[in-house]
């Protein structure tokens, strides 16, 4: 009886630490939920200070300091759900977002992500790399955003995203718990069955 006992002790233990890395999961999934300053747009959260232009490298900085990124752009439907927003609010047509062809020429990058963008939508006869341009802005060219490449040193605004990492680290950390709750509610059956049919293991 006192190795079962043991053993209950050792997952005690076990389920505790993961009890108390789900009161962390609960921080983040709390700070994940206000948001602000960045306000949902589409299906995504940004946040635009239309008081404030900047450089690329001070934008993707700013945005950091919010907790945020450059905006990633993904889609068409992205990029509708900003144009709606920008052309509503008539912000200013260049803003800069996350994508930059400065390691290698032509290859653009998101920052954020490290790897190639997933989806571009180009102003006509761009990027050029005109007078050497290497980051990225969207602009709003005739009622449409578009995507083109820019002098990095251009001070506009800036569109920053909030990141979509949290959410999914967020998610990642419950099911783990949840796999564990699972583990210690089978383990406590075992025990209930063993004890009732008088099996469970004596010292
Ligand atoms: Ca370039
Ligand atoms: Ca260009």
Not at 24 to 49: D, L, M, Q, R, T
Not at 129 to 154: Q, V
Request: aromatic share 14%.
């Amino acid at each position: 009886m006192a190795n079962l006992a043991h053993i209950i002790l050792i997952f005690l233990n076990i389920y505790g630490i993961f009890a108390a890395d789900s009161t962390c999961n609960n921080y983040v999934s709390e700070n994940a939920e206000n948001k602000h300053p960045f306000i949902k747009i589409g299906n995504k959260y940004y946040f635009i200070n239309e008081s404030l232009k900047m450089n690329w490298f001070a934008s993707s900085y700013y945005c950091r300091s919010y907790g945020g990124e450059l905006a990633n752009i993904e889609s068409p439907a992205e990029m509708l759900a900003l144009q709606n927003y920008i052309s509503a609010r008539k912000i200013e047509s260049r803003l800069w977002f996350d994508g930059n062809d400065l390691a290698r020429e032509g290859e653009y990058i998101s920052h954020a992500t490290g790897r190639p963008l997933t989806f571009t939508n180009w102003l006509p006869n761009n990027p050029d790399n005109s007078s050497n341009e290497d980051c990225l802005e969207l602009y709003l060219y005739n009622k449409t955003l578009l995507m083109n490449d820019d002098n990095c040193d251009r001070k506009i605004f800036a569109i920053c995203q909030y990141p979509e990492r949290y959410r999914q680290k967020s998610l990642t950390y419950q099911n783990d718990n949840s796999i564990l709750s699972g583990l210690v509610e089978a383990f406590a059956q075992t025990f209930q069955n063993c004890k009732s049919r008088a099996l469970c293991p004596t010292s």
